[in-house]
């Protein structure tokens, strides 16, 4: 069903206009089992109809003038878009297609097609009209014309007649006669002129060419209300916001800006119309949150929304930082709201006076308009009556006639600063003056002077227009259809009757000089609930002298601990970020105000950390000892033989070296501690993964050596096996001799990692020497470790791969955790991690190889013959 304009009125040049005459449509049951009926449009919005009004008012004036437009009416069709996407896009496909039902006028003429539109409310809104009236062209006609001299098709271009290339057929398909040219001649690109669209994505004019506005960007406004927020102090605050193109772009500004001035934002939620579901969501959070200041922007729907959800949870004592949607809406303004919005502070549009608006605006009366439904609709609305009873029911309040609009005092009528009637006006003006020019200029000039005019000609026309109204204000638009942006800020305040009142405090003017644009009056205000002392809203409290700031994880960096100073630092002022640090060798006193001499460390063997470390190398090597004196005593039973008795006792052997080696980490550095304890480390580790290395390739040797013909272990015999044991020791030990020659480990006194105490420690010198030594360890375990799984399947009674297997992982692990624990830890606590993995890899190696053959021989020696270990036992027996 195409939609019918809620007021017409025929001119000359018809302007459009789509208003919220509504504020909501009425939800249709979808029960699929008849026709849908249309959404219907319901709640009168007070606000709305006077900006439609405001409109006529305007146009009526400037048809009264003589000096505008001499000669010329204008005419206007104006649609209610019920703050609904859909029903502004159907508004803006009527305005195109020239669309309207039900006429009064019943000429046969065609009614003049529309120059521009006025509206709409909404930056989504005004995003849809914008997108369908800026980018849709209604079809073009082609005209085979006679090339005249003083028009070529070149002059055509340059002129902006056509807006496609020219083709070389006419609008049937057929080749243009010789001499011919193309020319577009209705080609349809509106203007649409918005007095309440903010959102800054409309200033692009890559999208929106065609789109110009009498109130200022979004851009303007989200960063004066950070600097409104930063002038005050409050660096903690939440922001609620419009799920909508206002409220998403003017958020994602203002949220910028509030980075760049160091303001925290706790939460940052966001509210449709049309999902008032999740607004408990919104209010919890809102009760939950520790800012004192909320920047709420929204229009003054959504406002409302919240508003009555605030005061149902009795939530109160919240600061309002409200932009120009809401924060001079009357219709917000109720017995109870300064409970809540009292003090509220934020940006209006400047206000504007219209002579003879107010007189204008109660002069509507039904008997005006017969047969408009709008206005039956607003009438029956503001008085609770009604103007029809068709069916004749009692019960019914019948107005009667002499209700009177006067001595009403409400959103409609309320004029007293006229800020968004000024917008109106502004625009309406705007296309007044535009098409003015545009009819008073000369044909050479791209234009003409017949009332009948084109788009794109008015729309060239805008782009230059500068004029000045009756009040002084000047009008004018830049390269992206904004005007300049001019605030003032308001302060919800009582007045003496008791009233509400939106005092202006300070004002905002983009054209100032930067850092001058913001200006605040020297007036007393009213903060939150009333209160005549500003409400501080900080997430932490500032740090005293002796403490530092720490940001708190995951949150913002308004959001921090005072911590004492660490030992070594002082700090003598408020919220200092990092404390003063005592001279190299000195740390504080217990107050954190003197320095004294550092007491110096080591890991000695009078503590108990080195006492626990002796103790268990000391038990090491007994233990190791008690493995060998029973393996010299089992020397001649199967499980001994089968191990390779000569390389297990080299595995002892090597063991005890390593067990002892730890305890050269432990005592007080000097030259010859530090140069024995990393080369007796690394050339004992060697020795001790060769001795294993060895007995795991003898493993695998010996169970290929089983297949028919093979003689591979004459190459594994006993001397072969000393000799890779020696071949791969001296390795380490020309390592240990290079990095000793080049860059010997020494002893030296650390003050990096502890301020309060110097580490004595052995500086490794040379780091590729060091970790060459660690490197080919780790080479030689990962060898190891590979063969011992690759022989992880053999006979399952012989395990001694799978022994091997176990102890070389536990090696891996245990190195490999210590690299980066080594990296990591100061001080002595390095040298107790080495100490730890040279201890847990060797008793690793000690018990995943020996223990399992000790158990056996000393508590299972039933299982230590040479049936067992070669798996042919008695099924039945196991």
Known sequence: ???????????????????????????????????????????????????????????????????????????????????????????????????????????????????????????????????????????????????????????????????????????????????????????????????????????????????????????????????????????????????????????????????????????????????????????????????????????????????????????????????????????????????????????????????????????????????????????????????????????????????????????????????????????????????????????????????????WQLLRALKNVNFTLETGEQVSFDSNGDPVARYDVLNWQLGPDGAVEFKMVGYYDAALPSGQQFVMSPVSMVWAGGQKEKPRSVCSESCPPGTRKVMQRGRPVCCYDCVPCAEGEISNATDSNDCIQCMEEYWPNAKRNECVLKAVEFLSFEEIMGIMFVVFSIFGVCFTAFVAVLFFIKKDTPIVKANNSELSFLLLFSLKLCFLCSLTFIGRPSEWSCMLRHTAFGITFVLCISCVLGKTIVVLMAFRATLPGSNIMKWFGPPQQRLSVLAFTLIQVLICVLWLTISPPLPNKNTKHYKEKIILECEIGSAVGFWAVLGYIGLLSVLCFVLAFLARKLPDKFNEAKFITFSMLIFCAVWITFIPAYVSSPGKFTVAVEIFAILASSFGLLFCIFLPKCYIMLFRPEQNTRKHIMGKTDVKSQ
């Open 1 to 455: 069903m195409a939609a019918k304009p809620s007021f017409y009125q025929h001119g000359d040049i018809n302007i459009g206009g789509v208003f919220a005459l509504s504020s909501e449509t009425k939800k249709m049951s979808m029960q699929f089992t008849r026709t849908p009926e249309p959404r219907k449009c319901v709640r009168v919005n007070f606000r709305g109809f006077r900006e439609a009004q405001t409109m006529i008012f305007t146009i009526e004036e400037i048809n009264n003038r003589t000096d505008l437009l001499p000669g010329v009416s204008l005419g206007y069709k104006i649609y209610d878009s019920c703050i609904s996407t859909i029903f502004s896009i159907r508004a803006a496909m009527a305005l195109l297609n020239g669309y309207e039902e039900t006429l009064s006028d019943t000429s046969c003429s065609t009614p003049p097609a529309i120059q521009a539109i006025i509206g709409e409310t909404t930056s989504t809104n005004s995003i849809a009209i914008a997108s369908t009236v800026g980018l849709f062209q209604i079809p073009v006609t082609w005209l085979d014309v006679i090339r005249h001299p003083n028009i070529t098709a070149e002059e055509v271009r340059k002129q902006g007649l056509m807006q496609r290339p020219l083709e070389a057929t006419n609008y049937k398909g057929n080749p243009l006669k010789p001499g011919a040219v193309p020319v577009l001649s209705s080609l349809v690109q509106l203007l649409e002129i918005s007095h309440f669209a903010t959102c800054a994505c409309l200033s692009n004019r890559k999208v929106f060419p065609t789109f110009f506005r009498t109130i200022p960007s979004d851009y303007y406004q989200s960063r004066a209300l950070a600097q409104l927020v930063k002038h005050f102090g409050w660096i903690w605050i939440g922001t609620v916001r419009s799920d909508d193109a206002y409220g998403n772009n003017g958020m994602a500004t203002f949220t910028k800006a509030a980075e760049e001035y160091g303001i925290c934002i706790e939460y940052s939620e966001k509210i449709h119309i049309a999902e008032q579901e999740k607004l408990h969501k919104v209010i919890d959070v809102i009760k939950r949150g520790t800012a004192k200041v909320i920047v709420a922007f929204f229009s003054h729907v959504e406002m409302k929304i919240l508003l009555e959800q605030l005061t149902l949870q009795n939530i109160t004592g919240l600061q309002m930082v409200g932009s120009e949607g809401w924060i001079t809406a009357s219709s917000l303004v109720t017995p109870t709201s300064f409970r809540i919005l009292g003090g509220s502070i934020g940006f209006a549009v400047t206000q504007g006076k219209i002579n003879g608006l107010r007189e204008f605006l109660v002069k509507l009366h039904p008997s005006q308009q017969p047969g408009n439904l709008a206005v039956v609709e607003f009438w029956e609305t503001l008085f609770q009556c009604s103007l029809m009873n068709e069916n004749n029911l009692p019960d019914i309040n019948l107005c009667t006639g002499s209700e009177s609009l006067i001595e009403q005092e409400n959103e409609y009528t309320d004029v007293s600063e006229q800020r968004i009637p000024n917008n109106v006006y502004k625009a309406v003006y705007a296309v007044a003056h535009s098409l003015h020019d545009l009819l008073a200029c000369t044909p050479h000039q791209g234009c003409t002077n017949s009332v009948k005019t084109e788009p």
